[in-house]
């Protein structure tokens, strides 16, 4: 993660030994991260590791059983309280038959917005989205990312100093995924923190500055993206393999004994080295065990094939 703020304002989120059991489970197991200002942190890792729980912790929709949550410095209720917290979640907390201006509306107002100040920010922020010109357009008639877009204005027109977002690109096309993803990229100069889970590992690349991987409710690495992957392959090689075809079961834990991790329907990955000579023995075992390669490369390591290698487990990926 990044630095924190020398002897100044405190971190916009601090978690500290955060765990929390929901009946036999253990959801949450000792959980830190900070993030810092102007900063986007993913949290990554295959469905079940615990990131929807941690995020219900940091919005204080759930209560941890040990540990604690600081934004601002301050405990989750009072930080709520004075505005600092934004939420976009998953599922559109928007009213279809409103148009875009009106659902802005309501939504700035259940918010705490000023009035007289949130008829400015609307149209600031619908500028800033690229909606200007369809505010007093029906939600119902927006496309999937128009509709993504609005979601992200709602849980903007309070500034707060911290957003969660859950999946905020989910269901829409790739370019309105990547224009998404920009107007993140945009609020950095703000200041804001921002948290977002997403299983778009190449998009999370791309547009953040850390990333928290998460495993059965721990975190097992964290940092800097280039330093996370650094860490599944500190050779700085990673070996990818498309096979020809979908494997069966005993070619899937043939590929496993080599350390292979899926990162796709038909991708495998794993720590390699500049060596073409670990390639050519891999290749020999592949054809005597029947297994079809239609492409081998040895690349620079990706995100996709880091978490794979840390969880065990596929998180989005290559196809």
Request: with cysteine; net charge neutral; aromatic share 2%.
């Amino acid at each position: 993660m990044s630095d924190a703020p020398a002897g100044k304002l405190p971190w916009p989120l601090e978690v500290t030994g955060v765990s929390r059991r929901i009946g036999a489970r253990q959801v949450l197991d000792d959980v830190s991260l900070t993030v810092g200002r102007g900063r986007i942190c993913a949290l990554v890792g295959p469905n079940g590791a615990g990131k929807t729980s941690l995020m219900r912790v940091v919005s204080g929709r759930l209560r941890a059983d040990r540990g604690q949550v600081r934004l601002l410095g301050q405990s989750i209720g009072e930080a709520r309280a004075q505005g600092a917290l934004g939420l976009v979640p998953q599922d559109l907390a928007l009213y279809t038959s409103l148009t875009i201006r009106e659902n802005l509306e309501v939504l700035g107002t259940l918010a705490g917005v000023d009035r007289r100040a949130l008829t400015d920010r609307i149209r600031e922020s619908l500028q800033w989205a690229g909606l200007a010109d369809r505010a007093d357009h029906r939600l119902s008639s927006l496309s999937g990312g128009m509709k993504r877009r609005v979601n992200l204005i709602a849980g903007l027109l309070h500034q707060p100093s911290l957003l969660l977002l859950d999946e905020p690109a989910v269901g829409v096309d790739a370019a309105s995924e990547g224009r998404l993803y920009a107007l993140l990229s945009s609020l950095r100069t703000s200041g804001m923190g921002i948290v977002l889970v997403t299983h778009h590992l190449d998009d999370a690349a791309a547009c953040c500055d850390d990333v928290v991987v998460m495993y059965e409710g721990r975190v097992v690495a964290s940092g800097a993206v280039s330093e996370v992957v650094a860490r599944a392959f500190p050779e700085g090689r990673e070996v990818v393999v498309l096979l020809a075809e979908t494997p069966d079961e005993r070619r899937v834990s043939m590929m496993q004994r080599h350390a292979f991790r899926q990162i796709g329907a038909r991708t495998w990955a794993r720590a390699g080295s500049a060596s073409l000579a670990d390639v050519d023995r891999l290749e020999a075992d592949w054809l005597a065990n029947g297994v079809v390669v239609a492409e081998t490369r040895v690349r620079q390591p990706s995100l996709p094939g880091a978490v794979a290698v840390l969880t065990g487990h596929t998180v989005g990926g290559e196809s």
